[in-house]
C-alpha cells in the first residue's frame, strides 16, 4: 500500500458525512470510470441555474439585444471555462480536489488561507443569489394563487434552510433528483419558451424577441460589462474545478465533457432570460415570474414550481459541496458534515439580502478581483512552473517541497495582491477579469524564474 492509498484510507470520512466517500484525499484510479456525457450532464445541470437565466434578462434590461446577450453571457462562459478546463486536468490525472491541489501552487498553510476562504465567500454569496432568484418566483405564484403579498427574505430563508438540510442528510437521494430531474428541467424549460412564444401581444412574437434592441444591442461597453462578469462569476470555479473530474476517465472525457456543456447549456439557459426580457420590453428580467403571470393555471405554476425547485436544488448543492470541501480544507477537524453545516448556516443569512442579486454586476466585479489573479497564478505555475507534474504525498507533508516559507508560497500571494491591484485600476471595456490572469501569471513566472533559487526557496 502506498501513501497516498494509506492516507486515503486514514481519513476517509464517508460513515459520518454521507456526502462522499473521498473527502479530500486522491481518488484511486480504479474508480475512474466517468465518460463524457456523464460529466456533460453534470456541468450542464449546474449551467442551468437561475443566476444564469436571470442574468440574460438583466442583461436585456441594460440594453443588449437577444443575440448580443446569447452570445456575450456564452463567450464569458467559455472562457471561464478555457482556464476551468486546465485546472480540472489534475482532478483527472490525479484524482485529487482542487483545494488540495492549491497547496503545490500556494504551500500547504497557504492554500489553507487564500483559495479556501476564497471559495468559501464565493459558495456562500452564490448560494444566496440563486435561492433569492428562486425564491422571488415562488412568491410570485403564490401571489398568483392566493392573491395576497408574501416576503422574498422569508421565502429565502425557508428555500435556503430546506435546502442545507437535504444537501446535509440526502445526498444519495439528491444524486438521482440531479439526474432525472435533469429531463424535466429542460422539458419545463421549453415549455416556458413555447408559452411565451405563444402570447397574444407582437412583443412576444419570435421575430419581435430576436429583433429587440438591435440598434444598441452590440455596444462594446455593454457586452464587455456582461462578459466580464460571466467570466469572473466562473472563475470563482476554478479553484473547485478539479473536484467535479476526479472520477472521470481521461482528459478527453473531461474537455468534450465540458466545454460542450459550457456551449449549449449556458446558451439555452441565458436565451430564456434573454427571451423574457425582450418580451417584456426590458421590464422583466425573470422568466419564471413573467411566465406566472402571463398563464397563472395550475398547470403551469405547477411545473414553474417543479423547474425553479430542480434548478435551484442542484445547482446550491454544488455550492454547498464546494464550500464545505473549502472549510474542510481550512480547517479539517471539525470534518465535511459540520463544515458544511456552517457554510449552510451563513448562506441562509445571506439569502435574507436580496440586495446580493440586485447589486449583481459590483459583486461579480469583486469576487472577479479575488478570482482572476488567483487563476492567473494557478495557472501559469501548474502548466510553466511544475509542467503539469504534481508530487502527490508532498501535498499531505508539511515538510515536503510544497511547505515554501513556513507553508506558504509568498511569491504566490503576492502576486494575488497586486493582481487585485491591477484588477481594481482596470476599466470594464479592457475585460479586467480576462486581462488580469495573463498579466498576473505571467508577473508571477517571470518572479519565479527571475528570483535566485535561494531566495525563491525562502520566499517562495
Ligand atoms: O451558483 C453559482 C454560480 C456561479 N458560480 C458558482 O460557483 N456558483
Known amino acids: 500500500m502506498n501513501a497516498i492509498e494509506t492516507s486515503v484510507l486514514e481519513t476517509t470520512d464517508a460513515p459520518i458525512s454521507g456526502i462522499e466517500r473521498f473527502a479530500i484525499q486522491p481518488v484511486p484510479d480504479y474508480l475512474k470510470t466517468v465518460r ?3 460529466l456533460f450532464l453534470l456541468v450542464s445541470n449546474f449551467l442551468i441555474n437561475p443566476s444564469t437565466i436571470v442574468i440574460g434578462g438583466l442583461a ?4 443588449l439585444s437577444f443575440w448580443s446577450t446569447v452570445v456575450t453571457s456564452t463567450l464569458g462562459i467559455l472562457t471561464a471555462f478555457s482556464a476551468y478546463i486546465i485546472m480540472a486536468t489534475v482532478g483527472v490525472d490525479y484524482g485529487i480536489t482542487g483545494q488540495v491541489a492549491c497547496r503545490m501552487v500556494f504551500g500547504i498553510q497557504g492554500a489553507k488561507w487564500l483559495p479556501s476562504i476564497m ?7 452564490w448560494f444566496a443569489v ?6 422571488s418566483v415562488v412568491v410570485a405564484i403564490r401571489h398568483q394563487l392566493t392573491g395576497g403579498s408574501y416576503s422574498v427574505v422569508w421565502t429565502g430563508i425557508v428555500l435556503a434552510s430546506a435546502q442545507v438540510v437535504l444537501a446535509l442528510v440526502g ?3 439528491l444524486k438521482q433528483l440531479s439526474r432525472y430531474g435533469f429531463p424535466i428541467k429542460i422539458g419545463g424549460i421549453g415549455y416556458m419558451f413555447w408559452l411565451l412564444a405563444h402570447v397574444a401581444e407582437p412583443s412576444y412574437r419570435p421575430s419581435a424577441v430576436l429583433h429587440f434592441q438591435e440598434h444598441t444591442g452590440w455596444h462594446y461597453g455593454l457586452c464587455a460589462v456582461w462578459l466580464n462578469s460571466m467570466v469572473a462569476a466562473w472563475l470563482t470555479m476554478i479553484t473547485d474545478a478539479a473536484d467535479f473530474c476526479r472520477y472521470t476517465r481521461s482528459r478527453g472525457d473531461m474537455w468534450w465533457g465540458t466545454m460542450l456543456a459550457g456551449l449549449l447549456a449556458t446558451a439555452f439557459s441565458v436565451s430564456l432570460g434573454a427571451y423574457a426580457g425582450c418580451a417584456s420590453l426590458g421590464r422583466e428580467s425573470n422568466p419564471f415570474s413573467l411566465a406566472a403571470t402571463i398563464d397563472p393555471h395550475w398547470f403551469t405554476l405547477g411545473l414553474i414550481l417543479l423547474v425553479i425547485t430542480l434548478d435551484e436544488t442542484t445547482i446550491n448543492v454544488m455550492n454547498l459541496y464546494t464550500g464545505g470541501l473549502s472549510l474542510t480544507n481550512f480547517i479539517e477537524r471539525p470534518g465535511r458534515f459540520w ?4 457554510v449552510g448556516v451563513v448562506s441562509v443569512a445571506l439569502s435574507a439580502f436580496p440586495s446580493l442579486l ?17 487563476a492567473g497564478v494557478l495557472l501559469f505555475h501548474y502548466l510553466f512552473v511544475a509542467r503539469m507534474h504534481i508530487d502527490l504525498p508532498a501535498l499531505f507533508d508539511p515538510d515536503g517541497i510544497y511547505r515554501y516559507f513556513h507553508g506558504v508560497n509568498v511569491v504566490a500571494i503576492a502576486w494575488c495582491v497586486l493582481g487585485y491591484g491591477f484588477y481594481s485600476v482596470l476599466p470594464t471595456g479592457a475585460l479586467p477579469a480576462v486581462l488580469t490572469p495573463v498579466v498576473t501569471g ?8 527571475l528570483l535566485p533559487h535561494q531566495f525563491r526557496q525562502s520566499l517562495g
Open 442 to 449: 505571467l508577473g508571477y513566472l517571470l518572479s519565479m524564474r
Open 339 to 342: 463544515n458544511t453545516l456552517a
Open 358 to 374: 440586485t447589486r449583481l454586476l459590483p459583486f461579480t466585479t469583486f469576487l472577479g478581483n479575488l478570482f482572476a489573479p488567483l
Open 36 to 38: 463524457w456525457p456523464d
Open 119 to 125: 471559495r468559501v465567500i464565493a459558495s456562500t454569496y
Open 130 to 135: 440563486q435561492t433569492i432568484v428562486a425564491a
Open 60 to 63: 436585456v434590461a441594460s440594453g
Open 171 to 173: 445526498y444519495d437521494w
